[in-house]
């Protein structure tokens, strides 16, 4: 299993931007499809977008579409998620995910081949 570490996290205004970034550790990283994820308080965790491994295929959440942007730096062994607009409703802990599995599959993040990072606060708030 790789590690993962998220980063960047913090408090925003409505209308303004943040970005968040996974570190992975171990050269397998890189093997791994890669998601963030989200839950606020009383609401079920949201799978919000990921990345593949091969090809870098990305996929997003409609929540979200056209305001967030995820990427991938192999080099960096990083997976940043790039939020703007952000909205009220954004807020919540961010979590990122990676599994052997594709990001496709309803069971990503539960395989044994899954890690998951700790999680980061994002707070949208005037």
């Known amino acids: 299993q790789v590690q993962l570490v998220e980063s960047g996290g913090g408090l925003v205004q409505p209308g303004g931007s943040l970005s968040l970034s996974c570190a992975g550790s171990g050269d397998t990283f890189r093997l791994h499809d890669v998601g963030w994820f989200r839950q606020a308080p009383g609401k079920d965790r949201e799978r919000v977008s990921c990345i593949r491994s091969r090809r870098g295929d990305t996929f997003y959440a409609d929540s979200i579409k056209g305001r967030f942007t995820i ?4 080099a960096k062994n990083t997976v940043d998620l790039q939020m703007n607009s952000l909205k009220p409703e954004d807020t919540a802990v961010y979590y ?5 599995l594709s990001c496709n599959s309803t069971f990503f993040g ?3 081949s899954s890690s998951w990072g700790q999680g ?3 707070t949208v708030s005037s």
């Not at 990427?71 to 192999?74: C, F, I, V």
């Not at 990122?96 to 052997?100: E, K, P, Q, R, V």
């Open 71 to 74: 990427s991938r730096d192999s």
């Open 96 to 100: 990122c995910a990676a599994d052997l």
């Open 110 to 112: 539960s395989s044994l």
């Open 120 to 122: 980061i606060q994002v």
